[in-house]
């Protein structure tokens, strides 16, 4: 992966042997998840800004629990209690330990230590780049799925700041593959170059496992867009679509 188009290559959603289920409700912060929860031990969230509709959802549907975290969040001003089998630290998630800050790894072997599949969740507002660097290729292998909301694409067009996150999306596709793609309508879409490749700044990536891709049989081809997605995460603003390049 060296260019702006392998990224995009990465990101273009792959066919996988099982459907998509949306969890989270009908609003901004749901996802798209492909429907291979069932052994996954915990679900980690890191970024929840006193909502945990996800988290709940999960639960409800799935029986899997969560692990949380956010400094900017207070336990008492959730919007629903906390519940049993769910965890809320309140701390940076990061690429240091300190008072105010943890390590995924660190968190991790907390809380689920061992080798069972789990989840992630992460909508860290620009901190996942450093956060999945500086996280062991161990630990996110553990992630049978990972739904990540990943911000500043406008830097796929600088070629300095290209240089700078190639790193990132090369050590996601180590052990992940892209099943599923939605545009945060938050923000304008750029043109990658001079191509036909329109993307969001601010992209919701889900991801499963490349093993368990490996291991399925009869493929379902990916939807853009899904029938399940929302066209709106942000209801002032015009929704957003990608182009039918983004499915071929």
Sequence with gaps: MQTALDVVEFLKPKPCPVEMVRIGGTGDGAYLVPDDLTGIEACYSPGVLNRKDFEDDLQDQFGIGAHMCDFSSDVDQFATPLREGQSFRKKWLGVEEDQDTITLKNWIDEQTPGEADLLLQMDIEGAEFETIMHAPADVLRRFRVILIEIHQLGRLNRASQLAQILPFFQKLAQHHTSVHLHPNNA??????????????????????????????????????????????????????AMGKVWSS
């Design 187 to 240: 923000n304008p879409q750029i043109r990658i170059g001079k191509t036909d490749y329109w993307i969001p700044k601010v992209i919701e990536l889900t991801l499963l496992r490349s093993d368990r891709i490996a291991a399925g049989g009869k493929m379902i081809s990916p939807q853009m867009p899904h029938p399940l997605d929302i066209a709106y995460n942000v209801s002032w603003r015009q929704p957003q």
